[in-house]
């Protein structure tokens, strides 16, 4: 074993005494983004090329400062984005939500489907449609300049149109056109603001977490906007917490001008996100 795998096992045991979830995993991307190789190529790290900056990368990590924001970076699906303080880290979670929306527009049968993205964050959502869906037009939108000093270095370059403005209020120029409509939305209930992870807590922006007394406020908005956007037969895709599977189907509902509202699960099997389609009069 190397000087470096010796200190990464050791960190490995720092980091669980301090409660990361991910003790092993951490440390050991830590040790290879301080050092420019991939995870697989650190027992490659000569001894005399240890850079003991790895400790003060691993003391941030200790305190709950999120790996991404150590690293600059988040993957997603396919992507490598840039990330730091003032941005929502893309949860892996997330990308099964993507996952089933890419399906349901390639089910369409569009030849170039118009897809907006609502609370975009770092772009994530946007950017994985428009890779993964290659004659989307995607439109992404987020209002806090904060997010949006992240989001513009991510879609540099790329097909998404970025917009910074309201969810709520958004694109009314797109009004009954589009096909799909995604967000991953804040959906924290207010109450529950001390059991969220240090990482989220104390480091993601509150815009992006926090929703009102039972986490549905923004949810409730989005029904509006997405039913608004949408052509008749579109999909709206919007995430949720695991506890608001029973909860959220309720908001798209038939009186309100939906049909075929359903739950869906993510990887580790639990309710995740809600679709539903615009209905036809």
């Not at 995993?25 to 290879?32: N, R, T, W």
């Not at 990590?61 to 699906?77: C, D, Y």
Request: one cysteine or more; a negative charge.
């Amino acid at each position: 074993m190397n000087l470096l795998l010796a200190e990464v096992a050791q960190a490995t045991q720092r980091l669980a005494d301090a409660g990361v979830p991910s003790p092993r995993f951490d440390a050991e991307e830590l040790a290879a983004y301080v050092h420019g190789v991939k995870r697989g190529e650190l027992h490659n790290v000569a001894d005399a090329d240890f850079d003991a900056r790895y400790w003060e990368a691993v003391a941030r990590r200790e305190n709950r400062e999120p790996l991404q924001h150590i690293t600059g970076r988040a993957f997603f699906r396919y992507l490598e984005l840039q990330v730091g303080p003032g941005v929502f880290v893309p949860r892996p979670e997330t990308e099964s939500v993507v996952g089933w929306a890419i399906d349901a527009v390639r089910a369409m049968d569009v030849a170039e489907p118009l897809i907006v993205d609502l609370c975009t964050g770092s772009g994530a959502i946007a950017l994985a449609l428009a890779q993964e869906v290659p004659r989307s037009r995607v439109h992404a939108v987020e209002l806090d300049e904060g997010a949006l000093y992240w989001t513009r270095k991510n879609v540099e370059g790329s097909r998404v149109t970025l917009h910074q403005g309201d969810a709520l209020t958004a694109l009314p120029e797109l009004n009954g056109q589009v096909d799909l409509v995604i967000s991953n939305p804040p959906y924290i209930p207010l109450t529950e603001w001390e059991f969220v992870a240090p990482e989220a807590r104390d480091h993601d922006p509150q815009l992006a977490l926090f929703s009102g007394e039972d986490g549905l406020e923004t949810i409730r908005g989005l029904e509006r906007t997405a039913h608004r956007l949408l052509r008749p037969g579109g999909c709206v895709v919007v995430e949720h917490a695991d506890t608001q599977g029973g909860q959220v189907p309720w908001i798209f509902n038939e009186e309100t001008g939906w049909a075929d509202a359903a739950d869906h699960r993510d990887l580790n099997n639990r309710p995740r996100f809600t679709s539903a389609r615009k209905a036809t009069p």
